[in-house]
């Protein structure tokens, strides 16, 4: 029961961006260059969503997550992207101005 009501409303659990990123997290700006160069989340890798295809072979499969970009949106299909290609620790950290602060 607990999985089908997780699959319609999500995942409530609240998640500690701090405590992932004091963990080893990275975290994965999918904004374009041209947003991610008028600011961005001190050590955050910007790889625009529409490269994440060719920048995956970069990245570990077991690494932790934490996706951003202007409003979550994006974020969202990049999660949703890397769990398709068997990434199991992915996190949508939404807008990167409202994780920044979630981080501070």
């Not at 008028?38 to 934490?66: F, R």
């Not at 990434?87 to 101005?97: A, E, K, L, M, T």
Request: with cysteine.
């Amino acid at each position: 029961m607990m999985q089908f009501l997780k699959k319609i409303f999500g995942n409530t659990t609240q998640i500690n961006f701090s405590d992932l990123l004091k963990e080893g997290a990275i975290i994965l700006d999918v904004r374009t260059a041209a947003e991610f160069k008028q600011g961005h989340i001190s050590g955050a890798i910007n790889v625009p969503l529409n490269e994440l295809e060719n920048y995956i072979l970069k990245l570990k499969k077991d690494q932790t997550i934490i996706t951003c970009c202007a409003s979550g949106m994006r974020s969202a299909s990049a999660v949703k992207f890397l769990k398709a290609n068997n990434f199991s620790q992915v996190h949508n950290g939404g807008g990167w101005n409202n994780l920044a602060k979630k981080l501070a």
